[in-house]
């Protein structure tokens, strides 16, 4: 995958920066000059150069650009050409395609769906021409102009979706291979790997030799395979070990999407998960993981429900929420028994708050909590929630506060550990992680905590992350690679999204380029549209 810069980008000498190269190694005090797109020069020949622009950068840390390894911006790179929630925390590359479901395969039947179902997610922006069908037709549109690069995992939910439908059941034989030739164009197109969301459906009515068969194409491909598994709550590490069998089978790297342990029932568990992933790593399987610092989750409220409530599709859904005997039997999943939706865990109505929706006219809910909300309205909670979501279209998201601070904490500085915000863009009040992410893991975890070193943070966020994309012209800095760079002060940079006021940017990142052009420079947006997105070779390594 090469990088995307050109000769019109400007040539910049950075004087007297401390480099943290992307790599854990100590940070050196050191000029660097970028030209071309490129990374010119870092040192001696650094301060001799010759630039168009010189900028004294004394008590900034000049690093490689953030990678999101997880982020949901599939259609906000298309159509918010600021994007300023990733810009201003210093990102400069994010991996779409989360969660199984996304935008590229589709046909118009899928497209309309997909459109319905992951709105909580994406919004569904009225000015798209919504004119791509293939992965390579919709990495063309990124190609036209945004904020930042981007890779694209296949989407496993969307390829079931394809060529099975919307129905619990195994697929056949010839389904499978419809799948797997997608999943291959995909790759060949240049997708970096497959995502699923087992939670979501239609993905998790896929079984565990399904993805295995899956799996073992994209590791033809040197892809890997970043799954959303089964449960975060009970069954959580019974999900991890299934995902873990799955890499181990079919020969394909693993990265944990959003790897955590939330919900009561595993509060202090890290430790296990951790072990779980050494034991693993001895034995050869090729991990890594993900995670946010922060506590609640984000998703749609229709993910909560059970999944055979939502077989068939969102037009089937809806009409089980009209259907007052499956309410009941919904409604008694959800609080009883614990649905499959929302990992097990009977579900707390006053740990779900609705964070966005579809239709202005429900907008006023956002901030309150599902209990909250049915409270006002005079409705058992339940029953709130089926009305609110035939009202507006399933398209409601919402916050889980069910993470635990304990095992965030111990997650975050395990080797094989990486960053991702899982940030929704949407919403009247979405998560902050998708505007704190980077900024809180430097200044609260970093600086504050001190449960990282600086140069072992900025690592996570850059050159192991590259590493797991796959990319050697990014991810450090060296003479020759992509001028993907971030500066910032580490005394002040900080995260200042909070969860009432989601959207304000970091403070301390006062230079962000990409492909050697300013997106953020003296700490304001540019109108540099740099990003394009990067195509993982088409090459099969086992033909």
Not at 1 to 16: H, I, K, W, Y
Not at 100 to 113: E, H, I, R, T, W
Not at 333 to 343: P, Y
Not at 460 to 488: C, E, K, S
């Amino acid at each position: 995958m090469e990088n995307q810069g050109t000769d019109t980008a400007p040539t910049v000498l950075f004087r007297g920066c401390h480099v943290t190269d992307g790599t854990g190694a100590p940070r050196t005090r050191a000029d660097v000059a970028l030209a071309g797109g490129r990374i010119a020069a870092v040192g001696e020949e650094a301060a001799r150069f010759d630039a168009d622009r010189v900028v004294d950068a004394s008590g900034l840390v000049l690093a490689p650009g953030f990678i999101d390894m997880h982020a949901h911006s599939d259609l906000a790179l298309l159509v918010d050409k600021e994007h300023l929630a990733k810009t201003s925390q210093g990102v400069t590359l994010e991996v779409l395609g989360q969660d199984g479901l996304s935008y590229a395969p589709v046909d118009d039947g899928a497209l309309k769906q997909l459109r319905q179902q992951i709105s909580g997610w994406h919004g569904d922006p009225e000015e798209l021409a919504w004119d791509w069908r293939t992965v390579g037709e919709y990495l063309d549109r990124i190609d036209e102009g945004c904020a930042v690069n981007a890779v694209y995992l296949m989407p496993q939910g969307t390829l079931r979706m394809l060529c099975v439908g919307n129905d619990d059941r195994p697929a056949t034989e010839p389904e499978l291979d419809a799948m797997r030739r997608l999943l291959a164009e995909g790759l060949q197109q240049g997708a970096v790997g497959m995502s699923s969301g087992l939670t979501y459906t239609p993905g998790m009515y896929a079984d565990t030799d399904e993805l295995i068969e899956l799996c073992r194409v994209v590791a033809e491909y040197g892809g890997y395979y970043s799954p959303h598994h089964r449960s975060y709550g009970v069954g959580a590490m019974e999900a991890y070990e299934e995902m873990i069998r799955v890499s181990e089978q079919s020969g394909c790297p693993l990265h944990l999407a959003h790897a955590t342990l939330n919900f009561s029932v595993n509060a202090g568990r890290a430790p296990d998960l951790l072990e779980l992933i050494d034991e693993a790593s001895a034995r050869g399987v090729d991990i890594t993981l993900d995670s946010y610092p922060y506590l609640p989750g984000a998703t749609t409220l229709a993910a909560l429900l059970p999944s055979w409530a939502a077989s068939g599709g969102p037009d089937a859904l809806a009409a089980r929420l009209r259907d007052p005997a499956a309410r009941a039997r919904m409604a008694a999943d959800l609080e009883v028994t614990g649905s499959d939706g929302c990992h097990g865990v009977p579900i707390d109505w006053a740990a779900i708050q609705i964070s966005g929706t579809r239709h202005a006219s429900n907008s006023t809910l956002a901030g309150l909590t599902v209990a909250e909300a049915a409270a006002q309205a005079g409705q058992p909670p339940a029953q709130f929630c089926f009305d609110l979501l035939l009202a507006d279209d399933l398209g409601v998201s919402c916050l889980l506060h069910v993470g635990n601070e304990e095992n965030v904490r111990t997650i975050l500085r395990h080797p094989a550990h990486l960053v991702g915000s899982d940030g929704l863009l949407i919403g009247a009040r979405p998560h902050p992680r998708a505007w704190g992410t980077f900024p809180r893991y430097l200044g609260h975890y970093v600086r504050e905590e001190g449960l990282l070193t600086l140069e072992e943070c900025v690592a996570q966020m850059t050159g192991r992350a590259a590493r797991r994309l796959g990319l050697t012209d990014r991810g450090r800095v060296a003479p020759g690679l992509a001028a993907d760079v971030v500066l910032f002060d580490p005394g002040t940079v900080a995260d200042r999204a909070t969860f009432e006021q989601p959207r304000r940017t970091a403070t301390g990142i006062p230079y962000v380029l990409v492909g050697g052009e300013f997106v953020i420079d003296g700490h304001r947006r540019t109108q540099a549209t740099p990003g394009r997105a990067l195509r993982r070779g088409a090459r099969r390594r086992n033909p």
